[in-house]
């Protein structure tokens, strides 16, 4: 997942000082007495460091972005429009976790080549990360539309957008783009994947002839389009949601309204309906709801956006590749922690993750039929 920001060599004589502050025979000498330079950017006990930590992340990631699946899985409660794009975003998380291992198996391997006798698992871990990358920001701009229309529009427009073909239509269009943007090029000769030797990781390939042209590729087609999304439909849903709540504080300045039985004010105002005014509280008490879920998956954007932000930024530092490794922990960091935004702020999900953390699975709401088969079989075993 390192990019390199100047790893361009074209024009460059070989036979110049390879190193500014040494002359040839200087350089020379230092070759023949200690054998080849070492590639790396990195110690060999700061690589060790990282490949722990991606490890530990990697593990983290799948444990929680599988029980985020199962979660769904178990539970009909929590198959809702909204949950479909959530549980695809964890697919694309899972593919982060279990691609990292590859690159720690780098990390750890004291010389600079790829320690295998073939670098095809390099090669697909490396293609993984990037597609996953990709799919999670395609996935994060579907949540955040799908949270704009469901507040902002009415129901019945809600439901006939989202009905299950849509569903399935969206989330394969998401995938094909990012897999097409990541995969195509390399297919067709722009850029590449591999074992990255200066950063002992298994990424796309700077030393590629054509790995600017495959930079360009990812930037355009992987990013501004579902950025745009998310902050357009984000904006929008915190606009709508203040003139709401602006405009409840007005009524009840005006308005006072009780349920508990029929009212009358100075002026001659009287509610004598209670099953209207119960609907109404119900509806009031699921915006609410959907308002929190919405905040909850907003939290997961924002989480994202502070992993990958440090790393961003400096790819267009000059001479800053021996920090991009440490960056990208904190950038791998996002893939593992929105298990742990839903288990612990998610309305819907918080209650199911607890009760498979506690394997409580009889009390899961609304069980469904495949919890069922599996408990029937635990039961008879």
């Not at 024009?11 to 070492?38: L, R």
């Not at 409840?248 to 209670?274: A, H, K, M």
Request: glycine share 4%.
């Amino acid at each position: 997942m390192v990019f390199s920001n100047d790893t361009s060599t074209a024009g460059v004589d070989e036979s110049s000082s390879a190193v500014p502050w040494m002359d040839n025979s200087t350089f020379t000498a230092a070759s023949t007495e200690a054998g080849p330079m070492s590639k790396s950017l990195q110690t060999y006990q700061e690589r060790i460091v990282i490949a722990v930590l991606w490890l530990m992340i990697a593990l983290i990631d799948i444990i929680g972005n599988t029980m985020v699946i199962l979660a769904v899985v178990f539970s009909r409660k929590l198959r809702t429009s909204t949950n479909v794009f959530v549980v695809s975003l964890s697919v694309a998380d899972l593919l982060t976790g279990l691609a990292l291992p590859m690159s720690a198996v780098g990390l750890l391997s004291p010389g600079d080549a790829w320690p295998w006798s073939t670098e095809t698992p390099c090669y697909l871990a490396g293609m993984l990360l990037y597609i996953s990358s990709c799919a999670s920001l395609y996935n994060l701009a579907s949540i955040a539309l799908n949270r704009l229309i469901l507040i902002k529009r009415p129901m019945t427009l809600y439901h006939s957008l989202y009905t299950r073909r849509n569903l399935a239509i969206n989330v394969a269009v998401l995938w094909f783009v990012a897999i097409a943007t990541m995969v195509v090029p390399p297919l067709c000769g722009v850029g590449g994947f591999g074992y990255d030797e200066q950063h002992h990781t298994c990424s796309d390939l700077d030393t590629h002839p054509k790995a600017k042209t495959f930079e360009r590729i990812q930037t355009f087609l992987g990013y501004p389009i579902p950025l745009i999304i998310i902050v357009t439909s984000y904006t929008l849903i915190y606009l709508h949601v203040r003139r709401h709540f602006k405009a409840q504080r007005s009524l009840r300045g005006g308005i006072s309204i009780s349920d508990t039985g029929p009212v009358s004010s100075s002026s001659g105002f009287q509610v004598s309906d209670n099953a209207a005014v119960l609907k109404t509280s119900q509806q009031g008490r699921a915006y609410r709801q959907q308002l929190q879920i919405t905040k909850n998956l907003f939290m997961a954007v924002c989480a994202f956006f502070v992993c990958i932000t440090p790393y961003c930024v400096a790819l267009f530092i000059p001479n800053t590749d021996r920090y991009l490794l440490f960056l990208g922990v904190v950038f791998t960091c996002n893939s593992c922690v929105n298990p742990i935004i839903y288990a612990s702020k998610h309305p819907q999900f918080k209650k199911v993750l607890r009760q498979m953390l506690q394997c409580r699975y009889s009390q899961i709401e609304e069980p469904s039929d495949t919890l069922k088969a599996l408990m029937t079989c635990c039961y008879k075993a």
